[in-house]
């Protein structure tokens, strides 16, 4: 994603309505991008700020910590499910040669025995 990209998504990501790939490049973005990063942290204090005064809920929070929290947290758990998915690949994988290989040694012993 570059500058304008990012800036146009920044209520959908504040939002939770990026797709998973959309929000790992948001963030990979986000983290290189110092210009995009305080466009973000505006952002998300005017709408953090706004949800809480609708709640009557004026905590006084550290936004910016929670921002850095927010982001770690999503990134974490797209990079732990694409590891799962890429496990469950190689499982599958291997699986699969066992298979071909006894399906193999089965046609063997067929025309051996």
Known sequence: MD?????????????HKLTREETKEFIEHIRQCPNCQ???????????GIQQLD?????????????????????????KMEDRGHAMRVSVIAFLIALAMWLLGQGLSF???
């Open 38 to 48: 305080d466009e973000l942290e505006i952002n998300y204090i005017i709408t953090t």
């Open 3 to 15: 500058c304008q990209e990012v800036q146009a998504n920044i209520q959908n990501y504040i939002n």
């Open 55 to 79: 709640q009557d809920d004026i905590s006084y929070t550290d936004f910016q910590e929670r921002l850095k929290e927010d982001i770690l947290g999503r990134y974490d758990k797209i990079k």
């Open 111 to 113: 025309f051996i025995g």
